[in-house]
């Protein structure tokens, strides 16, 4: 057995000593990589209690600020349609179903000057033909969103919360929104309804505390 | 001298290079485009100035916060439910008399001795003008939202906008029956109320006329439950009633004639006993944009008394005098 010198010993110390950091660090950032991948709860981060504190980059990008639209200081100018850098733009009318009333004579479906109550093209004040409406019984009418023809104007929305009970409201989408570090809309905006919301709370509606399934958020792209 | 010309010209065409570049900079301004997309609803909101028959003549603002419902009792004076409860003013709007309630009053009535009915959010309370309490009933069913009560001299209807009909009790809160419940094996439509704006009116033949808002109707029953007519369409001009619900309240001159209220286009309107436009008492610049809730009541003078919960005051309008002029 060859015996070391204090030299080499010292030697294969200090090699030894880098080799175990260097082993930590690769191990460890191997087990955060591995951690990162995907949450295994199953659950969507605005239903999970650890979602404040969670360290997995979805939750990261749920936890960012986003653009949202105050509906209750929303004017209905229609800038919304035309201001978004997106095209469409990813401001969308979205439907609180709880405070609709389903009503036959929809102000936010129908011309205010329109006197037979039919889907006839004239008849409508969506100029895309974003607003469905469909029979449920005398004399009630559900009306539901087509979010790929919705160009968020926000007519229907003026027409039903002047003349019904304000249950459509305009909303940013964030499953389309690409988050502008300043927002084409909220530079242009009349009446400063833009701010930005905490992701985990993307939704800013007037008038009804319960959230339909419609207004959920699904994703934050940051 | 050609060098003092060119000088000359060089400084003009500088000069009037300068005062273009300072007119774009500070004279004209950024062009405002319209855009195609505005709905635009001021024109719905215009109305004929030779329709309005009605001037105003007195408003006057209760101490409540907030404002529901209005009423006249037999000695003229103007009674005012709030969220914090009751005023009664004299016909000439000066506070006689307050007494605090629960919950706020959501409507109120009174009947021939002057007793004050008002509906609150499950139960209707009797109390004499001093307040005190005389008799109170419950309302059957969950989360009822009683909106009108009118009271005969043997009968109190009361208005559930939460269960879309009206309850007939006798005086002494036993229930009678229902009225306009969906029926279609007698032709009663149903009640359709999307917002809870759901009123009611005896008149002076002994029927009771309800609205049916969400058909633009109002529909006269008699006591017993049966529908006997029904006038109202759904229009945005002057003779109809406008949006998704109206009219959101209405009662009666002493001639028979129905005053209407409608939200969405805020107007207060006259129509004949047969339900014919007859004229406009408040046009939509009388009101705050999106104004809802215009309770109504007329006193024995025929005079329209307007609860407006925006501005938070009481409107008295009163018929306009028509000066003939001697033709020659």
Redesign the interface.
């Known amino acids: 057995m060859k015996i070391q010198n204090r030299r080499d010993f010292l030697d294969t110390l200090v090699r030894g000593g880098f080799l175990t950091i260097i082993a930590l660090v690769g191990g460890g950032l191997i087990l955060r990589s591995r951690k990162s991948g995907n949450c295994t709860l199953n659950i969507p981060c605005d239903n999970c209690l650890k979602a404040d504190e969670c360290s997995y980059p979805e939750a990261i990008s749920f936890r960012q600020t986003v653009w949202q639209l105050d509906p209750s200081k929303c004017i ?4 919304c ?2 201001n978004c850098v997106l095209t469409p733009s990813a401001v969308k009318c979205v439907h609180v179903y709880a405070m609709c ?7 936010g479906y129908f011309k ?2 329109t ?1 037979t109550l039919n889907t006839g093209a004239e008849n409508q ?1 969506c ?1 895309t033909n974003a607003l469905k409406r469909k029979f449920v019984e005398d ?2 009418f559900e009306y539901t969103i087509d979010e790929v023809l919705c ?1 968020g ?3 229907c929305v ?2 039903c ?5 304000g249950s459509l409201q305009l909303q940013v989408r964030h499953d389309r929104c690409v988050n502008c570090n300043q927002c084409s809309i909220a530079r242009n905006c009349p009446s400063g309804a833009y701010r930005r919301v905490p992701g985990n709370k993307p939704s800013l509606l007037k008038g009804y505390a319960k959230e339909s399934p419609s207004i959920n958020v699904k994703k934050v792209q940051v | 001298m050609k060098t003092r010309i060119l000088i000359i010209g060089a400084v003009t065409i500088l000069l009037v290079i300068i005062i273009f570049m300072a007119r774009d900079l500070f004279l004209t301004r950024p062009k405002i485009e319209s855009n195609p997309f505005e709905f635009e609803m001021d024109d719905l909101k215009k109305s004929d100035s030779s329709q309005i028959a009605y001037q105003e003549i007195k408003q006057f603002k209760p101490g409540l916060s907030e404002i529901y419902g209005i009423a006249v009792d037999p000695l003229d004076r103007v009674l005012v439910s709030g969220k914090e409860g009751v005023e009664i003013f004299t016909p000439e709007g000066i506070i006689q008399n307050r007494w605090p309630t629960e919950d706020g009053a959501l409507t109120i009535a009174t009947d021939q001795k002057g007793n004050i009915y008002l509906g609150m959010p499950d139960h209707i309370e009797i109390r004499d003008s001093t307040g005190r309490l005389i008799k109170t009933w419950k309302i059957p069913g969950e989360e009822p939202i009683i909106t009108s009560i009118a009271v005969t001299d043997l009968f109190v209807f009361a208005a559930d906008a939460g269960r879309k009909v009206v309850y007939r009790y006798d005086l002494s809160g036993t229930l009678l029956n229902r009225i306009g419940e969906k029926d279609p094996q007698n032709s009663i439509p149903g009640f359709i109320v999307p917002s809870p704006y759901f009123d009611l009116a005896p008149d002076r033949n002994g029927f009771i006329w309800i609205a049916n808002p969400g058909r633009h109707e109002l529909e006269k029953y008699n006591y017993e439950g049966k529908l006997l007519s029904k006038w109202g369409f759904a229009s945005v001009t002057v003779d109809g009633f406008c949006g998704c619900c109206n009219p959101s309240h209405f009662t009666f001159l002493h001639d028979g004639s129905f005053v209407t209220s409608e939200k969405g286009i805020e107007r207060v309107k006259v129509y004949s006993p047969q339900g014919d436009f007859k004229c406009i008492v408040a046009a939509p610049e009388s009101f705050e944009e999106g104004t809802r809730g215009l309770d109504l009541t007329v006193d024995a003078h025929d005079r329209i008394l307007v609860l407006d919960p925006v501005r938070k005051n009481i409107r008295i309008f009163v018929k306009k005098v028509v000066q003939k002029t001697d033709e020659r």
């Open positions: 209905q100018c229609g800038r349609a035309t009333g389903y009503c036959d004579l929809c102000g205010p000057e006197r004040l100029p004399p009630f160009i104007c926000g007519k003026k027409g919360g002047a003349f019904g009970n």
